[in-house]
């Protein structure tokens, strides 16, 4: 299904006059790139630790006959808590934001399987949670939905990180990753493991994010080589660049199997809970918000940027978009950066040498190479197990019925051709 218009996301007034005001706004995002700063809490004070257990506790609902009666008395029992919550430290506030958003979800798909009636309707959401849910996004310049930062960057634990204390990226690893928040359950005997697999599922994201912190690391050194007109550190940090790509998109394709992430489960009982949909509520006539979708990892956003690969096709433009999903330093970054997106290319192809121009393309045909088995994984799991089920995706189609395969590989393969095309090949006079 061809994209629908989406409003321009208007780049910042003034671009940064140049280079050096744009390596400053890689500061906030080095240590942990797009995962927030402080590894996520696990609890929460006073009332707001119901909300908490209360996603664990839906699961049974959500897999049988919906949460909304549940949710109803838990809105009740809450009451308005806005000015408590105002009250709350900034990590505290962020646990509250990823939780209501994460309420709000399962009341709007009420059960998996997702019922058709679902995309028909504007649900009247649980007064005190969605008042309290649209003032956090409010305050923290997010979208009135989940997103992938509330959804799955903030529901995450490690065995090696204490709750609400700064981390690196590179200290979250796989097998001590787990979700923090699971709204599904496994009860004995399922062998379906929905917990299990929504488990992977974050997992994916947040260890592909984890993985984009190298990427962004490297691409700020090659931003800052090009400006210094510093050719061997232009070639450091483009190899730099090419083997975090490697090691962000391997991260990707190591969980993206389809005995791993299972291609027969994951479109019916994983996926619909992180798409949206509806409208933000002060435009109601305005376009529907996506949800928690894979345009938003900042990991591949990032290499496309130092790699000068342009936003113009409609997958470029829905990339660009979802960028009103991230959170203000992220969205600020991305913006700021794309009048500066040659700089990098430009550099190589000018002064560069062999070397730089080798390293630059190995990393454009990593992203590439990723991109196309992205394309053909995520055939298959759209195509689920061949029946017809509701919910496409999240931020270019969202429809009942059977996804549209060839308009998610006309989306892709456009998306591939942007890429390849800045390809910058070897020296005519190598050196
Ligand atoms: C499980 C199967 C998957 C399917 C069916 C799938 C489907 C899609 C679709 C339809 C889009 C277009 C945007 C939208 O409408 O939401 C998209 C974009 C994207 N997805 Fe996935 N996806 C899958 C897995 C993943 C995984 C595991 C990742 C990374 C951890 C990922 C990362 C991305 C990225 C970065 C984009 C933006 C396009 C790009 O940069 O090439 N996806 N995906």
């Known amino acids: 299904m061809p994209l629908p218009d989406l409003p321009a996301v208007p780049l910042p007034d003034a671009p940064p006059a140049g ?42 609902a959500y897999q049988g006959g919906g949460v909304r009666a549940d949710l109803l008395d838990l809105d009740a029992a809450l009451g308005d808590r806005r000015d408590d919550a105002r009250q709350l430290d900034t990590a505290q506030q962020e646990a509250l934001l990823s939780v ?17 009636a679902r995309f028909q309707e504007r649900p009247t959401f649980p007064p005190h949670l969605h008042a309290l849910f649209r003032d956090l996004s409010a305050a923290h310049d997010l979208p009135a939905c989940g997103t992938m930062h509330t959804l799955k960057y903030l529901n995450w634990r490690s065995d090696a990180l204490p709750p609400g204390q700064p981390y690196h990226a590179a200290q979250v690893q796989a097998g001590q990753v787990r979700i923090a ?7 004995a005997g399922d062998d ?19 993985r984009g912190q190298a990427v962004l690391t490297a691409a700020a050194q090659a931003l800052a080589a090009a400006h210094h007109h510093d050719r ?15 090691a962000m998109t391997r991260q990707i394709n190591t969980l993206m199997r389809f005995r791993v992430v299972r291609s027969d489960l994951w479109r019916v009982y994983i996926q619909p809970t992180f798409g949206w949909g509806l409208p933000a509520p002060d435009a109601p006539d305005g376009p529907p918000l996506e949800g928690a ?65 080798g390293a630059f393309d190995a990393a454009l045909d990593d992203l590439n190479r990723w991109r196309v088995s992205h394309r053909e994984r995520g055939a298959v799991y759209l195509r689920g197990d061949g029946r017809e089920h509701v919910m496409a995706s999240t931020g270019t189609q969202l429809d009942a019925g059977t996804p549209h395969e060839q308009a998610f590989r006309d989306l892709m393969n456009e998306r591939i051709e942007e890429t390849g095309a800045r ?6 006079d190598p050196d």
Not at 100 to 116: C, F, K, Q
Not at 181 to 187: C, D, L, R, S
Not at 232 to 243: D, G, M, S, V
Not at 308 to 317: A, E, K, Q, T
Request: hydrophobic share 45%; proline share 11%; charged share 15%.
């Open 181 to 187: 928040h699971n709204w599904h359950a496994t009860p």
């Open 100 to 116: 209501t958003a994460i309420l709000m979800h399962l009341y709007r798909w009420n059960a998996v399987p997702v019922t058709p």
């Open 19 to 60: 280079v050096p005001e744009l390596l400053t706004l890689f500061r906030p995002l080095a240590r942990t790139g797009f995962l927030p700063p402080t590894a996520p809490l696990l609890s929460l004070p006073g009332p707001f630790q119901a909300l908490l257990d209360a996603v664990p506790a839906l699961a049974p």
């Open 423 to 428: 390809t910058v090949g070897p020296a005519a």
């Open 293 to 357: 979708s894979g345009l938003q990892l900042g990991g591949t956003q990032v290499a496309d940027l130092a790699l000068g690969v342009p936003f113009d096709s409609n997958l470029g433009r829905a990339l660009r978009h979802s960028r009103t999903s991230m959170t203000p330093p992220q969205r600020a970054l991305l913006n700021a950066w794309e009048p500066h997106r040659n700089v990098i290319r430009a550099a190589v192809l000018d002064w560069g040498g062999s070397r730089a121009r």
């Open 192 to 210: 379906r493991d929905l917990a299990g697999q929504l488990d992977l599922w974050i997992q994916t994201f947040v260890l592909t994010e984890a």
């Open 232 to 246: 061997p550190a232009l070639e450091t940090a483009l190899e730099a660049l090419h083997a975090a790509v490697q």
